[in-house]
């Protein structure tokens, strides 16, 4: 059976919009901190801890999505994921204190793991090894999109209404997505691969061996560390050190991430897709240049201000966001079938653990001591250390073989 029997731009289109939700319900925080921070006399490091607790939940449920993933169904453990962090995301109805907040967001991430893990491994079997970039770039545009309209959505609602609001647009939709996802058939593991399997890329003691894997999930982890600090802190920087207010420093820095998102993730997906042919390692080479620029541009814009600070952080947010699809299918492609959710489960774990479990409680102690400008910078550090990774990785992509079922194709 080919693979367009299961749907694949049905499948892709609801994973999608649940993604998008998933990244949506995460960036409300960042949009509704200052009134949190006000209302619950938080520190700068206490609502960074926030989040890190998030991410350190979503980590350590990492590891246990791949083994599941072997044994039951994996579109049944994507739907039990996201009914579990939509429910856990309308739990905000009850949130007045502190303590509190931070189950809420914690739990959210044992959720937001299984759907994080397996539902790329999904879009994989849907379609082909040749064209994963344009299709992950169609996916993982939930990520700048998700994040901007929570931002977009969280600065004017929770102004309006108060910051609760916004988390129960993000969470109720989640549940209907669920259900029809429900009721989607799930595709074969390898139904769309043809890179043939040598030891590193089909078991778990060779992703040991997988310097295509590892250089790659490094080079993920260092950007992580940036994307998660910028993304959560921006918003507060613009308000307290260049003095917007919080609708409007949602609207255009949600804005911006819309644009960027959109753009570059459509841009890098297909210009991957478009040099594989002619080159093995072009997912790991648009990754690295990407990063690589946007280090000095971040710099930029943490030091300008008025329209050259927008203008550097909407550059900034391009080249950041540029790699996201190439590099995603960097690290699916460079394992096998067999182990792919188990790969991307230690995937999960490492770029978090190195990236954003750490990074929003660091810059924010940071901040503490001296300034969000001088805590943000520390992003143009990660960034050069990723594109150092992703430059080496190149010459370990695998070669691409002849796709065997091309029925999935979308031009």
Same mark, same amino acid.
């Given at each position: 059976?080919?693979?367009?029997?299961?749907?694949?731009?049905?499948?892709?289109?609801?994973?999608?919009?649940?993604?998008?939700?998933?990244?949506?319900?995460?960036?409300?925080?960042?949009?509704?901190?200052?009134?949190?921070?006000?209302?619950?006399?938080?520190?700068?490091?206490?609502?960074?801890?926030?989040?890190?607790?998030?991410?350190?939940?979503?980590?350590?449920?990492?590891?246990?999505?791949?083994?599941?993933?072997?044994?039951?169904?994996?579109?049944?453990?994507?739907?039990?994921?996201?009914?579990?962090?939509?429910?856990?995301?309308?739990?905000?109805?009850?949130?007045?204190?502190?303590?509190?907040?931070?189950?809420?967001?914690?739990?959210?991430?044992?959720?937001?793991?299984?759907?994080?893990?397996?539902?790329?491994?999904?879009?994989?079997?849907?379609?082909?090894?040749?064209?994963?970039?344009?299709?992950?770039?169609?996916?993982?545009?939930?990520?700048?999109?998700?994040?901007?309209?929570?931002?977009?959505?969280?600065?004017?609602?929770?102004?309006?209404?108060?910051?609760?609001?916004?988390?129960?647009?993000?969470?109720?939709?989640?549940?209907?997505?669920?259900?029809?996802?429900?009721?989607?058939?799930?595709?074969?593991?390898?139904?769309?691969?043809?890179?043939?399997?040598? %030891?590193?890329?089909?078991?778990?003691?060779?992703?040991?061996?997988?310097?295509?894997?590892?250089?790659?999930?490094?080079?993920?982890?260092?950007?992580?560390?940036?994307?998660?600090?910028?993304?959560?802190?921006?918003?507060?920087?613009?308000?307290?050190?260049?003095?917007?207010?919080?609708?409007?420093?949602?609207?255009?820095?949600?804005?911006?991430?819309?644009?960027?998102?959109?753009?570059?993730?459509?841009?890098?997906?297909?210009?991957?897709?478009?040099?594989?042919?002619?080159?093995?390692?072009?997912?790991?080479?648009?990754?690295?240049?990407?990063?690589?620029?946007?280090?000095?541009?971040?710099?930029?814009?943490?030091?300008?201000?008025?329209?050259?600070?927008?203008?550097?952080?909407?550059?900034?947010?391009?080249?950041?966001?540029?790699?996201?699809?190439?590099?995603?299918?960097?690290?699916?492609?460079?394992?096998?079938?067999?182990?792919?959710?188990?790969?991307?489960?230690?995937?999960?774990?490492?770029?978090?653990?190195?990236?954003?479990?750490?990074? %929003?409680?660091?810059?924010?102690?940071?901040?503490?001591?001296?300034?969000?400008?001088?805590?943000?910078?520390?992003?143009?550090?990660?960034?050069?250390?990723?594109?150092?990774?992703?430059?080496?990785?190149?010459?370990?992509?695998?070669?691409?073989?002849?796709?065997?079922?091309?029925?999935?194709?979308?031009?």
């Amino acid at each position: 059976m080919s693979a367009k029997s299961y749907f694949p731009r049905t499948a892709l289109f609801l994973l999608t919009a649940l993604n998008l939700l998933n990244y949506m319900d995460r960036s409300v925080l960042s949009a509704v901190q200052t009134q949190i921070q006000d209302e619950f006399h938080s520190s700068h490091a206490e609502i960074g801890l926030v989040t890190t607790a998030f991410f350190w939940v979503y980590m350590l449920a990492a590891p246990v999505m791949g083994p599941l993933a072997d044994r039951f169904s994996r579109k049944w453990i994507v739907v039990s994921g996201a009914v579990l962090w939509s429910l856990a995301t309308l739990l905000t109805a009850v949130t007045h204190d502190y303590g509190t907040l931070l189950f809420r967001h914690a739990i959210v991430g044992i959720g937001e793991a299984s759907f994080g893990i397996l539902a790329p491994t999904l879009v994989a079997d849907l379609f082909p090894e040749n064209q994963r970039g344009r299709i992950l770039g169609i996916f993982y545009l939930a990520i700048p999109v998700g994040t901007a309209l929570g931002l977009l959505a969280g600065g004017p609602l929770g102004q309006a209404y108060g910051w609760r609001v916004p988390f129960y647009v993000a969470g109720a939709p989640g549940l209907l997505l669920a259900l029809a996802i429900a009721f989607l058939p799930e595709p074969p593991r390898g139904i769309q691969d043809s890179i043939p399997e040598t %030891p590193e890329r089909r078991s778990v003691m060779g992703l040991l061996r997988n310097p295509a894997f590892w250089t790659a999930t490094l080079g993920m982890a260092f950007m992580t560390y940036a994307i998660g600090g910028v993304a959560l802190w921006m918003p507060t920087f613009l308000q307290r050190e260049r003095g917007y207010s919080e609708s409007y420093a949602g609207l255009v820095f949600g804005a911006i991430l819309v644009f960027d998102g959109i753009v570059a993730s459509l841009f890098g997906g297909w210009l991957g897709d478009k040099l594989l042919p002619r080159f093995k390692g072009a997912y790991y080479l648009i990754s690295a240049f990407s990063v690589a620029i946007g280090a000095p541009t971040m710099l930029i814009a943490l030091h300008a201000k008025g329209r050259p600070m927008w203008g550097a952080i909407l550059v900034a947010g391009f080249l950041l966001l540029l790699n996201t699809s190439p590099l995603n299918a960097a690290i699916i492609n460079s394992v096998g079938p067999h182990i792919r959710a188990f790969a991307l489960a230690v995937n999960i774990f490492v770029i978090h653990l190195l990236g954003d479990a750490f990074s %929003p409680v660091i810059i924010g102690r940071i901040a503490d001591h001296s300034s969000l400008q001088v805590g943000l910078s520390s992003t143009a550090v990660a960034l050069v250390l990723s594109a150092i990774a992703l430059f080496y990785g190149m010459q370990f992509a695998p070669r691409m073989g002849a796709n065997r079922d091309t029925a999935a194709v979308v031009t």
